[in-house]
């Protein structure tokens, strides 16, 4: 199984069980099934958001930890500064 068809399985699974919760066919408290479920996409959508937000904060803390790629993306800038010079592109 591809990785995409994984995801699309996942995605079905969780969105046809969501469904189940919201029409009401998986019995719950009221008060679970009136506050919480309706937010639930909602709750699901902020905490990606923000997981990813704290993904790339990770990795812009610790992109320093990386020497070496940090010297290959320096190196890789110079070049790329000198090939737009050579075709009078002022970069600085």
Known sequence: MTRAQQ????????????????????????AIQQDIVPVLPFWVLV??????????????????????????LMEEIKLAKADLRTKGVDVD
């Open 7 to 30: 995801t699309i399985s996942l995605a079905l699974l969780v969105s046809s069980l969501y469904l189940c919760l919201y029409l009401k066919l998986i019995p719950l408290p009221p």
């Open 47 to 72: 905490s990606f958001g923000a997981w990813l937000l704290f993904r790339l904060g990770w990795g812009m803390a610790t992109f320093r930890d990386t020497p070496d790629a940090h010297a290959e």
